[in-house]
Each structure stands twice: as structure tokens, then as C-alpha cells.
């Protein structure tokens, strides 16, 4: 294999892979800016869910409380997790595919039921201890940037979701006395979740790091091929004159044509050690002829 065969192969080689280390570490920056971005909304609308329900429970609930009683229940005012429902949906409906979800393993309302990716983090946070998690799930095809949050029974959520026996009258003719109930203080029961859409997001960063590896396969192939055309000029050709030459002074050949290669460096003191030695040759050969 010829040197001019090697070296393009080698520089070949260094630009495919410079060139998918390229494309993989603008998919990972843009993958990144990406969910750092959906995590900054996610933090946003905690920030706001959790407004809501302090509002509920320190300020809304103890008002109805004392002007219909501590007997009557009335959820769309009464219950944190209700009205933030209500707010979610309403929310929803501007903004589509983000979502925010009580996800419950056993809830009054139907609606709150958590499916098989919740139930398996709720599971996760349950054991785990942890606060809350954060993580990228597929729902319907399409991938959202999550955030759950861990909520645990605290000894006023017995009220409602203790005793069925014990609860208001009102949220036992509303959601009936099955689900719901003998939650147990301190143990991890739901979690809130809060999806941001992230699917178009990715396609772009894949888009974007397409585009690079297409854009950078062209420079390199440019590129390539002007290095290809220098190295050919000032290397390969130089030095193939040069061993035709050194291979027509070891038979004594063209001994009074002189190396005419232009110097560059390197091959231009190669050119002119073999040149002296084709001084030295014809020399030596005329000495002997006399």
C-alpha cells in the first residue's frame, strides 16, 4: 500500500471519528438543554401547585369549615388536591401535554388511579425514602420530562381517607365507601407528578446534531481533499522523484542530471544529500574511467 493509500486512510479514519464525536456531544448538549429547560417548568408549576394547596389548607378549607360545618364536605372547595385538580385541567386546555396528577394507588376518584410507569415510581419513592425523582416517560408514544413528588399520610388525611365509617357523610355518598380508605399515617400513598412535554424538544437536538455530523462530513471531506492535494504535491511527488533518481544513481544512470526538486524543509535536504551523493558517484566513476 502505497503512502499516499496510508495517509488518506488514516486521516480518513481520524475525520469519522472526530466527526461522530462531534455529532454525539452536540446531541448530548442539546439533549440536555433540553430537559434542563423542561426542569425549570416542572419547577415553576411545583412552585405553583404547591401555592395552591398551602392556600387550600391554611386559608380556603378552615372558612368552609366554619360556615357549613365540620360535618359537611364539599371536595371542589374542601379538598386541596380537588381544587389544584380542577386548576390542572383548566390549565391543560391552553397548554396542551402538560399535566399535572395526584397519582393515587387506591383514590376516591377514579380519574386518580396511577397507571403501571407511576405505580412502579411510587413504589421507587415508597422504598427509597426519597422526597422525590425526576426521569423521562413515554406515554403514548410521545416523552415527557417528569417530576414526582412523594406524599405522605399525614394524621388529617385520616379524616377523609381512615375509617370509611369516620369519613363525611358527603364523600361517602359522592365516592362511595370501596376505595380510598385505611390509609395509614406516614406511609406513601401517591405522589404528584407534573409532566412537561419533551418529545419535540429531543427531535430537534437529534435534528440539530444531524445537521452538524451532515455539515461537518462536508468540511471534512473538503478538507480532506485539499490535504490529500497538499500532501500529494509537496510529499508524495517530491518523494517519488527522489527514489527514481536514487534508483537511477545506484545503476549509474542520468550521474551529470542534477536533482531538481525544490526544497521544503525535509524533502529539500533529502533532496540534497542525494544529489551530493550523485556528485559523489560521478566522481568516483570518473576517477576509475581514468
Known sequence: MSIRVQFT???LLVSVLAIGALGYVSYQYSKDAALQAASDKVAILGSYTDAALHFS????????????GE??????????????RNVADRFKQTQPGYTIKN????????????????????????????EKTT????????DFYYEARAMKVGEKC?????????APKDQIMIY?????????AGDVVSAMFIYVPVSDALAAAKTSAVKLVGMGTACMVFALLLVALFFGIKIVTPIETLSKRTEEISLGKNLDTPITVKPNREIGELSRAIDRLRL???RLINKRGK
Open 158 to 166: 385520616l379524616r377523609c381517607h381512615g375509617d370509611p365509617n369516620d
Open 280 to 282: 559523489s558517484i560521478a
Open 103 to 130: 397519582a393515587t394507588v387506591d383514590p376516591l376518584w377514579p380519574e386518580s388511579k396511577a397507571d403501571d410507569q407511576e405505580l412502579k415510581v411510587i413504589s421507587e419513592l415508597k422504598h427509597s425514602k426519597a
Open 57 to 68: 389548607r391554611t386559608q380556603a378549607v378552615p372558612m368552609v369549615k366554619h360556615l357549613v
Open 71 to 84: 360535618e359537611r364536605f364539599y371536595p371542589e372547595i374542601m379538598s386541596g388536591f380537588v381544587m389544584a
Open 176 to 184: 362511595g365507601s370501596e376505595n380510598g380508605y385505611n390509609w395509614k
Open 135 to 142: 426521569g423521562v416517560m413515554n406515554k403514548k408514544g410521545k
Open 9 to 11: 486512510c488514516w486521516v
